[in-house]
């Protein structure tokens, strides 16, 4: 009888045969536990191998999602977190990116566009802060390691920004006077050429929900045990207006990609009459300027 699988975690996507490789790790007794519990040994055995994310206590941990950290459950234990598979959503309490970010704002600046205005969508999922995580063989800790980085990958683009939340005002933010407008601003206007003092960019992080994913999968031919289901790159996904006098909206999405030269993918919709080069957006992502990739694809657009 086949055990049920509920992850194709760890992937390997540059080596695909080394997610079948499997070393145990030895394990120890603890003589005082035997002690107690004498009729039933199994019961003694205690971890001795743990994945530690805090530095031996030094840091708070990482900073994940409910979803990815529901994964790091089934791959530790993949029946242990069949009875716990509904979702967390944080409805009235702070969200996985409200526990990442801090509270201060910044504006990007450009020379070659008008400062961007970062708005953020925090998804509606509970986060957690891991800190330990006990492993009986590499496989797992290749496993985890295959979900953190990918949260991690996440978390070091957000905290490249700092935000504040909407409706409140940033002591750095200078205001703008409102004078009239000159006889040179109108034309623009009525042109279509007139510059924005800002561009608004509104920022999301598609959800996932893998646990639910794998676990509705279609079984295989023998009824017992369930396909793997490759796990969903995490993406953020960047909507902002197109380059007057253009209209609508060009949308950037920056998928994470193992297997790529750089790391990432990007796909761009929109951008009408734009002169883009995805291997240099990717190249701007990869030294840390992901959040903005929408000036970037604006100055590009013709006037």
């Given at each position: 009888m086949n055990m049920p699988t509920f992850t194709a975690r760890p992937t390997f996507p540059l080596a695909p045969q080394g997610s079948d490789l499997e070393y145990s790790f030895p394990q120890t007794m603890d003589q005082s536990s035997a002690m107690m519990v004498s009729k039933d040994l199994e019961a003694s055995k205690q971890y001795m191998w743990v994945l530690d994310f805090t530095d031996g206590g030094k840091n708070a941990g990482i900073v994940m999602s409910q979803s990815r950290m529901r994964e790091i459950e089934l791959i530790v234990n993949p029946l242990g977190?069949?009875?716990?598979?509904?979702?967390?959503?944080?409805?009235?309490?702070?969200?996985?990116?409200?526990?990442?970010?801090?509270?201060?704002?910044?504006?990007?600046?450009?020379?070659v566009h008008p400062p961007l205005q970062l708005r953020l969508t925090a998804p509606e999922e509970a986060g957690f802060l891991l800190e330990k995580v006990p492993v009986h063989n590499m496989k797992e800790v290749w496993g985890i390691?295959?979900?953190?980085?990918?949260?991690?990958?996440?978390?070091?683009?957000?905290?490249?920004c700092q935000w504040i939340a909407e409706g409140l005002r940033s002591s750095t933010e200078k205001s703008?006077?409102?004078?009239?407008?000159?006889?040179?601003?109108?034309?623009?206007?009525?042109?279509?050429?007139?510059?924005?003092?800002?561009?608004?960019?509104?920022?999301?992080?598609?959800?996932?929900?893998?646990?639910?994913?794998t676990l509705f999968q279609t079984p295989d031919m023998d009824g017992i045990s369930i396909s793997h289901l490759p796990p969903r790159r995490p993406r953020i996904v960047m909507t902002s207006p197109e380059r007057p006098p253009i209209s609508g909206l060009v949308e950037i999405a920056i998928i994470y990609d193992e297997s790529r030269p750089r790391g990432?993918?990007?796909?761009?919709?929109?951008?009408?009459?734009?002169?883009?080069?995805?291997?240099?957006?990717?190249?701007?992502?990869?030294?840390?300027?992901?959040?903005?990739?929408?000036?970037r694809v604006w100055s590009k657009a013709l006037p």
């Open positions: 977190g069949i009875d716990t598979i509904d979702p967390v959503m944080s409805f009235g309490t702070d969200s996985w990116v409200d526990l990442l970010l801090s509270p201060d704002a910044q504006i990007s600046p450009s020379s390691l295959e979900v953190v980085r990918e949260q991690c990958w996440l978390n070091e683009i957000l905290s490249a703008t006077s409102e004078g009239e407008a000159t006889e040179e601003e109108l034309q623009a206007i009525l042109d279509g050429s007139l510059l924005p003092r800002k561009i608004p960019v509104n920022v999301f992080l598609p959800s996932q929900n893998i646990a639910t994913d990432i993918a990007i796909e761009v919709n929109g951008a009408m009459g734009s002169d883009i080069q995805t291997d240099v957006l990717e190249e701007i992502c990869r030294r840390g300027g992901a959040l903005s990739l929408a000036g």
